[in-house]
């Protein structure tokens, strides 16, 4: 699993093995498959409030969104994420208060508020793992005005996650003499060099591209482009050299 969808299910695991959401649907909210065709998947993760916990009845619940990803230092290579994970909390007031009243003894009469509040204590500086600590962002719990029949909000939640930077092939030079022979240089041993001379992307997959072996003549108005490749690793950044 990916470790980003290993934290959407980690953090709806963490919820519902907690006492206080016994009785409190919490579900993670995913893309649906083709299994859901008929609609009822959607449905259900539309109204996931209605769900029936524990032989209790419907009237609030917790929705666990997919993370959403910031890169806050572009020059930190990986890159190294912000992850921000969203908790939807809903509350169908005219269900859920009826506990008060005893006309509903299977709910507990909790709040949309008060679930907020549990969310963000059950998660802030929780550790999925040894490498991520999640944590309450400044703006904690906000009112989600989703739908006027319901109490909605949202809990914001983050932690930092870093990529391995990708292995990709060495960078070539693209240089040109005075009697406009074009040479490509910096080709490492067991890599191979693509050119293209009219701008078009250096790749194996495009047939204007040629296999650098020796230099070449070129001509005013040529775009030359280069790239390395090689088995089992990403493709260089390009090099380009526009002809004068």
Same mark, same amino acid.
């Given at each position: 699993?990916?470790?980003?969808?290993?934290?959407?299910?980690?953090?709806?695991?963490?919820?519902?093995?907690?006492? &206080?959401?016994?009785?409190?649907?919490?579900?993670?909210?995913?893309?649906?498959?083709?299994?859901? @065709?008929?609609?009822?998947?959607?449905?259900?993760?539309?109204?996931?409030?209605?769900?029936?916990?524990?032989?209790?009845?419907?009237? $609030?619940?917790?929705?666990?969104?997919?993370?959403?990803?910031?890169?806050?230092?572009?020059?930190?290579?990986?890159?190294?994420?912000?992850?921000?994970?969203?908790?939807?909390?809903?509350?169908?007031?005219?269900?859920?208060?009826?506990?008060?009243?005893?006309?509903?003894?299977?709910?507990?009469?909790?709040?949309?508020?008060?679930?907020?509040?549990?969310?963000?204590?059950?998660?802030?500086?929780?550790?999925?793992?040894?490498?991520?600590?999640?944590?309450?962002?400044?703006? @904690?719990?906000?009112?989600?005005?989703?739908?006027?029949?319901?109490?909605?909000?949202?809990?914001?939640?983050?932690?930092?996650?870093?990529?391995?930077?990708?292995?990709?092939?060495?960078?070539?030079?693209?240089?040109?003499?005075?009697?406009?022979? $074009?040479?490509?240089?910096?080709?490492?041993?067991?890599?191979?060099? &693509?050119?293209?001379?009219?701008?078009?992307?250096?790749?194996?997959?495009?047939?204007?591209?040629?296999? &650098?072996?020796?230099?070449?003549?070129?001509?005013?108005?040529?775009?030359?482009?280069?790239? $390395?490749?090689?088995?089992?690793?990403?493709?260089?950044?390009?090099?380009?050299?526009?002809?004068?």
């Amino acid at each position: 699993m990916n470790p980003l969808e290993q934290l959407q299910a980690d953090i709806t695991a963490k919820l519902n093995s907690s006492p &206080y959401f016994s009785d409190v649907p919490v579900i993670a909210l995913r893309p649906l498959t083709t299994s859901d @065709a008929s609609g009822t998947g959607e449905k259900e993760q539309a109204q996931f409030w209605r769900v029936k916990k524990d032989g209790t009845h419907e009237g $609030c619940g917790v929705l666990v969104r997919p993370p959403k990803l910031r890169v806050a230092h572009p020059n930190i290579p990986g890159p190294q994420f912000d992850v921000n994970m969203v908790i939807t909390v809903v509350e169908q007031p005219l269900i859920s208060e009826l506990a008060d009243t005893g006309l509903n003894p299977g709910r507990l009469g909790k709040s949309a508020e008060a679930i907020s509040v549990e969310v963000l204590r059950s998660l802030h500086q929780w550790s999925p793992d040894s490498a991520v600590i999640i944590h309450a962002k400044e703006s @904690a719990v906000d009112p989600d005005p989703q739908d006027k029949r319901l109490r909605a909000y949202t809990v914001n939640v983050w932690t930092m996650y870093n990529v391995q930077d990708i292995d990709r092939a060495q960078t070539p030079t693209v240089s040109v003499d005075v009697l406009n022979s $074009c040479t490509i240089s910096g080709i490492v041993s067991g890599q191979t060099a &693509y050119y293209t001379v009219d701008g078009s992307f250096p790749s194996p997959q495009n047939t204007a591209a040629l296999v &650098y072996s020796d230099p070449f003549t070129v001509t005013s108005g040529m775009i030359v482009r280069a790239a $390395c490749y090689k088995d089992g690793i990403d493709g260089s950044n390009v090099a380009q050299l526009n002809i004068e």
